[in-house]
Every structure is written in structure tokens, then in C-alpha cells.
């Protein structure tokens, strides 16, 4: 029974995070506004605005890591094959999204008047998907051995 959660978990992670990167690409087609909706830096706004190359050039790399990221999960599931540094991968990118998670819910805390709705609810968002990674991977190692 427990294998199956750690599926489940790794599969909402890999979901989450290849949505992302779709919602990434979105902006180059939907152009500034969601770029600007996205709290991208005021540079990729600009490039966007002028039609300069960094904005597009740099979500696309972005969306790549994404993707990554979510490859990272299917195979920690075995849903795809055994990609290289498969638990390192993965427990860094749990770590990297607690901490990406964890820094504007502390903001929160200590300054509720700095820290926006949507900052906080992708922060919550981000939290709880390193934690589907960690914890997804880990029932996976243990039902596995």
C-alpha cells in the first residue's frame, strides 16, 4: 500500500512541476502582461515589451529545467526509466523547493504587509511539492529494498 503513495506523490510532483513550465511558454505567446503576471524581473518585461530575445530565450530555458525537474519525479516513480543521479536529483530538488517554499511563508510571518496573496500561495505551493518529492521518493526507497 505504501508504494502506491509514493507514486501517487511523485506524479502530482512531476505534474506541478511540467504545468509550470507550461505556464512559463504561455507567456511568450500571451506576451508582457503574463510575463508581468508572473512576477518575471522587470528586465524579461522589458524584453518582452521591445521584443528583444532575452524574454522568450530565457523561458524557454527555464521550462526546460522544469521539465527536468518532472522527468526527475516519473522516474523516481518508475513511471519513465532510471535517470542518471536519481536520488540526489531528487533530494535536492525536494530541498530546493522547501527552501523556494519556505522563504516567503517566513516573510509572511514576520511581515504580512510585504509578502502578496499570490507570493504567498506559490510559496505554499512550492513547499508542499518538495515535500511530495521528499517524501514520494522516500516510500518509493523504502517499499523497493
Request: glycine residues 8%; positive net charge.
Amino acid at each position: 500500500m505504501k508504494f502506491k503513495y509514493g507514486i501517487v506523490f511523485l506524479v502530482i510532483a512531476a505534474f506541478i512541476a511540467i504545468g509550470t513550465a507550461f505556464a512559463h511558454m504561455s507567456c511568450i505567446f500571451i506576451g508582457p502582461q503574463c510575463y508581468s503576471a508572473q512576477m518575471a524581473p522587470v528586465q524579461i518585461i522589458e524584453s518582452a515589451k521591445n521584443g528583444t530575445l532575452l524574454a522568450p530565450i530565457g523561458t524557454v530555458i527555464v521550462s526546460v529545467i522544469f521539465i527536468v525537474l518532472g522527468l526527475y519525479a516519473l522516474s523516481g516513480a518508475k513511471v519513465i526509466r532510471k535517470l542518471p543521479l536519481l536520488s540526489f536529483g531528487i533530494y535536492t530538488i525536494a530541498a530546493l523547493c522547501i527552501i523556494r517554499g519556505v522563504l516567503p511563508l517566513q516573510l509572511w510571518f514576520r511581515y504580512p504587509d510585504k509578502v502578496s496573496d499570490v507570493v504567498f500561495y506559490v510559496g505554499l505551493v512550492w513547499l508542499v511539492t518538495g515535500l511530495l518529492y521528499f517524501f514520494g521518493f522516500r516510500n518509493m526507497q523504502k517499499t523497493s529494498v
